[in-house]
Every structure is written in structure tokens, then in C-alpha cells.
């Protein structure tokens, strides 16, 4: 039941934060304005408002998916195959889940082409931009995938690290729906605090997967580029980190309450 409920918490939020999602990555990729990005998706149309959506459906409901159930199933094999404390086997099961869930990175690299303007006139569908990338070998379905690796690992080990405790500091819930309104807000506060502490992270990431072919460069060398591209400056950096928290506070209490909710009704 941990995967269905994960698999349905992120289907949910898909569907309602995909618009901000696409002005968010605009800006990681191309360091523009949160108005800029905005009268740029404009120009593209409404056509093209959710293109690019299959990519995030398939593997946010299956990452998510993997997400809460690997952690639940490796959290009671390490429970029950070691005698290390609870916090640790907890730590090193979000830790493989999120390592697991890396598996799926095509299917981020495929969202990242086609949200970007540049790759428009290249193919028009996900099933297109797979057959694409196929030319070049299955490493290049695997651009960004160390990026992907230290995110998904540590954000995963403080999502599940931090749940619990950040639920008790709230006041006490004495109904349902109360329940649902401290996991929204358990959920967002975590998601917008681990947005912004990644962000940097996923700005090298959204560059390197924006590359056809070509050299596989590093992430430090990737990472060097951008800093001297955008003038050496911090703020420059975070462009888009604003909206990024903001959405991420709306994604992961979606995610949070309906997976709690689902939860308790299975």
C-alpha cells in the first residue's frame, strides 16, 4: 500500500503544479526572470503549456512511488538483518531508495529536453525524444545522474529523517481534518526547505541534461561554467529558488497530506 499511496500522491501533484514547474526550470536553465520565464512560456502557447507532462507523470508516480515503498521495505530488512540503531538503518534505507530511484533518470532527462524552447522543432512527443536520444547509446539517457545520485540520497534521508519530528513540534491535531492540514504543512516546509538547499544542484543538472550528444562534461566543471556565466554571483545562482519554494511548499504538502491520507483509508 506504501507504493499505490506514493504512486497517487504524486500523480496529484503533477497535475496541479506542472505550470509553475515549467516556469521554474526556464529559469534554472536559462538564469531569466520569474517574468521572463513567464511571458516565454506565454509566446509558446497554450499548446505547449503541458508538453513535456508524460515524462514528470511516469517517473514522479513511479520515483514516488519507489520513494515511500523501498524506504518502508529496506527500513524492516535492515530492522530485522542488523542490531545498528533505528536512525541509522532509517538514514541508509532513504539513502538506497532514493539511490534506487535514479534508475528512472531518462525519464528526467527526457522532460528536461522537452520543456527547453531550444529543442521544440526537434521532436514533438516524449515516444520521439527517446527514439532521439537512442542514437547516441544508453549513456546518454543518463546525462545528470550524479547530480541526481547526491540529491536523491541526502534529500531523501532528511525527508525521512525530519517527518516526525517536524510534525510534533505543531500543535496537537484532534480531528481528521487537522491531521491533514499538519502533514500538508509538515510536508511543505520540509519540500521548500530541501528545494532550496538543492537548488544549485538542480541548476547544474537541468544544464547537463539539456545537451544532444557531445561531451560528457563533470559536474564541477558544469557547475564552474554556470557560476562564471552568471557573473560569479550568488543571487544569480538561486534565480528561480523564490518560485522554487513556493512551489515546493504546495508539491510536498500535496504529496505529504494525500499519502497520509491515502494511507489511513487503505
Not at 538564469?31 to 506565454?42: F, N, P, S
Not at 563533470?218 to 557547475?223: A, P, T
Not at 545562482?237 to 505529504?256: E, P, Q
Request: aromatic content about 12%.
Amino acid at each position: 500500500k506504501h507504493y499505490l499511496c506514493g504512486y497517487c500522491a504524486a500523480f496529484t501533484n503533477i497535475a496541479v503544479t506542472f505550470p509553475i514547474q515549467k516556469v521554474l526550470f526556464r529559469q534554472q536553465l536559462y538564469g531569466l526572470k520569474t517574468k521572463d520565464a513567464v511571458h516565454q512560456l506565454q509566446k509558446d502557447g497554450i499548446r505547449n503549456l503541458y508538453r513535456g507532462i508524460l515524462p514528470p507523470l511516469m517517473q514522479k508516480t513511479t520515483t514516488l512511488a519507489l520513494m515511500f515503498g523501498l524506504y518502508e521495505d529496506f527500513s524492516s530488512l535492515l530492522h530485522s538483518h542488523t542490531s545498528a540503531p533505528e536512525l541509522l538503518t532509517r538514514s541508509m534505507a532513504a539513502v538506497l531508495a532514493g539511490t534506487t530511484e535514479a534508475l528512472l533518470t531518462p525519464f528526467e532527462r527526457v522532460q528536461t529536453l522537452l520543456q527547453d524552447y531550444k529543442h521544440h522543432d526537434k521532436f514533438t512527443n516524449t515516444y520521439q525524444a527517446f527514439k532521439v536520444l537512442k542514437v547516441y547509446g544508453i549513456r546518454e539517457y543518463y546525462r545528470g545522474l550524479v547530480p541526481i545520485l547526491l540529491r536523491n540520497g541526502t534529500s531523501n534521508a532528511l525527508f525521512f529523517g525530519l517527518r516526525g519530528p517536524i510534525k510534533q513540534c505543531l500543535p496537537e491535531a484532534t480531528s481528521y481534518s487537522t491531521h491533514l492540514v499538519n502533514d500538508f504543512i509538515c510536508g511543505g516546509l520540509l519540500g521548500a526547505m530541501l528545494g532550496f538547499l538543492f537548488f544549485p544542484m538542480n541548476v547544474v543538472k537541468a544544464r547537463m541534461q539539456s545537451q544532444i550528444g557531445g561531451e560528457f562534461q563533470s559536474f564541477s566543471k558544469v557547475f564552474v561554467k554556470i557560476w562564471l556565466e552568471r557573473d560569479r554571483k550568488l543571487m544569480h545562482l538561486f534565480r528561480g529558488a523564490h518560485l522554487n519554494y513556493h512551489r515546493s511548499v504546495l508539491s510536498w504538502g500535496i504529496i505529504n497530506a494525500t499519502y497520509e491520507f491515502l494511507l489511513k483509508l487503505l
